[in-house]
């Protein structure tokens, strides 16, 4: 069973940082492409960064140069740094594994965590 926990979500204020973590369980955590997704409330869904088995990486236009997304093979576990929050940042963040599309869309991967909620204030 393909299992992914994020973690490290909560509330700061703009300006601030948080680091997300997603342990993966269930599969070959070194073949898998994972991403990382934010979801408000309302249902709006954005990819934000992909990281393929070897360690190439991609942003959407929103979070690039302000988040960093990263692997530990040792750990089963892919990160999302995210510096320079802003308001707009706040939503729920999800993990994601084994890439089904190339297209840059919120249906590009087959699995996805719970999600870990990130609130910034301004």
């Known amino acids: 069973e393909v299992q992914l926990v994020e973690s490290g979500g909560g509330s700061v204020q703009a300006g601030g940082s948080l680091r997300l973590s997603c342990t993966a369980s269930?599969?070959?955590?070194?073949?898998?492409?994972m991403g990382w997704y934010r979801q408000v409330s309302g249902g709006k869904c954005e990819l934000l960064a992909t990281?393929?088995?070897?360690?190439?990486?991609h942003y959407a236009d929103s979070v690039k140069g302000r988040f960093t997304i990263s692997r530990d093979a040792a750990k089963n576990t892919v990160y999302l740094q995210m510096n320079s929050l802003k308001s707009e940042d706040t939503a729920g963040y999800y993990c994601?594994?084994?890439?089904?599309?190339?297209?840059?869309?919120?249906?590009?991967?087959?699995?996805w965590g719970q999600g870990t909620q990130v609130s910034v204030s301004s």
């Open positions: 269930g599969f070959t955590f070194d073949d898998s492409d």
């Open positions: 990281i393929n088995s070897g360690g190439i990486t």
């Open positions: 994601a594994a084994d890439r089904l599309s190339p297209d840059w869309i919120c249906g590009a991967y087959k699995y």
